[in-house]
């Protein structure tokens, strides 16, 4: 499946023009058109000029009209979760020097001061502008990790949006009698994408608030009639231990799982579970370097290529590198949705394409011989819990800056171990646990008498991780 022809972007007048029905925006009780939309962020942003606006993201129309209106202007969104402290703020601000910040709940910073609002958030602007040089084509900056206090972003181009989304909406087949509900927040990109997924399409796009643990989530989804699900492996196995509430059945036709590895056993009883009832089961990979999606395991194969991550998506390559004897080697992707590089200060922002195209995924894999991907390993000290992208290396200097002691971070997509020296103490360990941004749940800690290191001086990992992982 390729791409052989390029369209207008989702978020212009002239790809909506061309499509055969255009999505509406359901929040609570509140339809609105993606006309409506538009509109809404067009005045918002009037007369705004390219800059960085930091959004405070939410799963709600406000937030939904920002990011459309920031695509539409030129202006280049930051997105951040809408519950950020603000010490994690002040040192976006800091880094980026945001000439605009979106948010719904009042912004104490006194160098900023409400200059438009819609609905209940408003947009602020600074009295101390910092003059940028913003490179042409940079259209979003995503964060690269969850809450860890990093301000490192992929900078993502328009052209990485437009390919990315066309390439999802072909081979998810979607149309626009579907209708997709948002599972995952705006902040992360797998959650962004859904948004981008529904707006290409001309699919019917629900914007709900509540957690899928809630009965609250499953009776907006069965009064909607919401036909397409997408989540993280925490999620899966949430529901694993009983499907989908039985109302749900009678819609639901495509169920897609992202941000980390579900194990061979998890898709297996998904595919025991959706195979019978006609119900499609996507199992995907990616980065948000990938903006972010690199492969698919078609649902024809899936049954056959339980524990692969499946082909490239239409118009991308995924190659194993320099392959050992077993065939296995660095998983390198390449395609029109690689990002240009990263960001990690207002500075950056001036730069153009640093990727080419390439992404060194991190990755360690092998393709069988039909060509179809199996992950077997991560280079990078990097997990995803609950779907969001944990750099190991951050947290760990974060927490170590925090409690003044040794400390070691290890673990797998399941679940995280933070290893510190010294006598246990239940203070540290609360400390420690503070502002991760995830489940406490998929996080321990541990004490120790000392943390043990390599002849080099270097923190033995692999050690720490074959005692507490």
Known sequence: ????????????????????????????????????????????????TKEVCIILARRNLETIYAYLGALRSGVVPLF??????????????????????????AITDSTYEPINSVGDARLYETKQAKSARIFH???????????????????????????????????LELTPDRT?????????????SIVHSAIHSGADLILAEDSITSANFWQLFTNNRVTDFSGVPFQFQMLSKRGFPSAVLETLQCVSQAGGALSPGEVSWWLDYCEPRGIKFFVMYGQTEASPRISYLPPSLARQKIGSVGIPIPGGKLQVQNPNSEGIGELVYSGPNVCM????????????????????????????????????????????????????DSLESSIRENLEREVAVVGQDDGLVIVIAGNPDEGLRALA?????????????????????????????????SIYV
Not at 180 to 192: A, D, E, K, S, V
Not at 446 to 460: H, Q, W, Y
């Open 1 to 48: 499946m390729e791409l052989v022809s390029k369209t207008d972007p989702f978020w212009t007048d002239e790809h909506q023009r061309r499509q055969s029905d255009t999505t509406s925006l359901v929040f609570g009780k509140i339809r609105k058109s993606i006309w409506d939309a538009f509109d809404a962020g067009d005045s918002l942003f009037e007369g705004a």
């Open 433 to 465: 646990l503070g502002d991760l941004g995830v489940s406490p749940n998929l996080v321990k800690v541990e004490f120790i008498d000392e943390i043990p290191r390599l002849e080099t001086g270097k923190i033995d990992y692999q050690q720490l991780k």
């Open 80 to 105: 951040v979760n809408g519950e950020s402290d603000s010490q994690s703020l002040e040192k976006l601000i800091k880094d980026y020097s945001p000439r605009y910040i979106f948010a719904s709940e």
């Open 341 to 392: 590089g990263y960001a990690e200060s207002f500075e950056d922002l001036s730069l153009g394409d640093e990727l080419g195209g390439i992404l060194h995924t991190g990755d360690i894999g092998r393709a069988d011989s039909e060509g179809i991907v199996y992950i077997t390993g991560r280079s990078k000290r990097f997990v995803k819990l609950a779907g969001i992208s944990v750099g190991m």
């Open 137 to 171: 084509d940079l259209a979003i900056l995503q964060p690269t990790s969850g809450s860890t206090g990093d301000s490192k972003c992929v900078r993502v181009s328009y052209e990485n949006l437009n390919f990315v989304s066309r390439a999802i909406t072909s081979y």
């Open 180 to 192: 997709l509900i948002t599972t995952l927040p705006l902040h992360y990109t797998f959650g962004l």
